[in-house]
């Protein structure tokens, strides 16, 4: 979802360093994965295109940080939470 955000801290020696992935239009995202000492971090699109990654040493990294943007609902459904989601067909 646009807007949706990931910061990684990462240990650069005597200091420290923050990045940050951002999905930058509407309909991408931000997915993690931990694969063999490397974290990666990556904007996929819908279709599941990844169009950037950064990757870190798993060891580097201080903390990795998910923001995601809060969702609307927009569902008439979910905004009763008195009525029933589905009817049963049986009654």
């Known amino acids: 979802m646009k807007g949706d955000r990931v910061e990684i801290v990462v240990d650069a020696g005597d200091t420290t360093r923050t990045y940050e992935v951002v999905a930058s239009r509407a309909g991408r995202r931000v997915e993690t994965a931990v694969r063999r000492g490397v974290v990666e971090v990556s904007e996929v699109t819908r279709s599941g295109s990844v169009v ?40």
């Open 52 to 91: 950037r990654t950064a990757r870190f040493m798993a060891t580097r990294v201080l903390a990795l940080v998910e923001q995601p943007v809060p969702r609307e609902h927009t569902s008439e459904e979910e905004r009763t939470p008195d009525r029933p989601l589905r009817e049963d067909p049986k009654s």
